[in-house]
């Protein structure tokens, strides 16, 4: 079952847009270049990954593939975020893995953007999208104790933590809809 309000809404083709960026469906259609997704995304998340060895270039296609196939069902929606000015590729952001009631969101912003309030723009857009869009009440954040800029934009938004964490040891954050 789809977690929109509107079944027939096709997240491949949703666009959101903000003061200095572009939200943008993953796609393998050459809209970003999957080496440096696999390049930035692994090496600043390699934490996440069981292996030492980091997914290959044509892992990391077969996996943004699979996300595009799953947002034409209503899985997931992930993104690409592009800056306005100058087009440069610089994160991602994604609601999934819906659950009774709440769906996950997560964001990732490459190293060298950190620090340039991105994180708040986007999760603005994205919340604003999600209340208009997801039939869901709750988004879901995990929050590594390590991250505080991640706490610290959770806290800017009132997400209200939970006393559970997740199988990392992760905090639980949650917003109203």
């Known amino acids: 079952m789809s977690f929109l309000r509107n079944p027939h809404l096709d997240l491949t083709q949703e666009k959101i847009e903000t003061n200095r960026c572009f939200i943008i469906p993953f796609s393998v259609d050459g809209r970003v270049d999957i080496h440096e997704v696999q390049q930035e995304f692994c090496k600043a998340n390699k934490?996440?990954?069981v292996s030492s060895?980091?997914?290959?270039?044509?892992?990391?296609?077969?996996?943004i593939r699979n996300i595009e196939e799953g947002m034409k069902t209503g899985k997931s929606f992930e993104n690409f975020i592009f800056l306005k000015d100058s087009g440069r590729f610089i994160g991602?952001?994604?609601l999934n893995s819906p659950e009774e009631e709440t769906m996950n969101i997560g964001l990732w912003i490459r190293e060298d953007e950190c620090g340039k309030w991105y994180a708040t723009e986007i999760y603005s857009a994205i919340i604003d999208w999600a209340?208009?869009?997801v039939r869901y009440t709750f988004l879901k954040h995990s929050v590594s104790p390590?991250?505080?800029?991640?706490?610290k934009l959770a806290l800017k938004f009132q997400w209200v933590i939970q006393d559970v964490r997740s199988d990392r040891g992760d905090a639980i954050y949650?917003?109203?809809?």
């Open 131 to 133: 209340r208009t869009n």
């Open 47 to 49: 934490h996440l990954f």
């Open 146 to 151: 390590e991250n505080i800029a991640s706490i």
């Open 92 to 94: 991602s952001i994604g």
């Open 174 to 177: 949650y917003i109203s809809l």
């Open 53 to 63: 060895f980091l997914p290959s270039y044509e892992e990391e296609y077969d996996f």
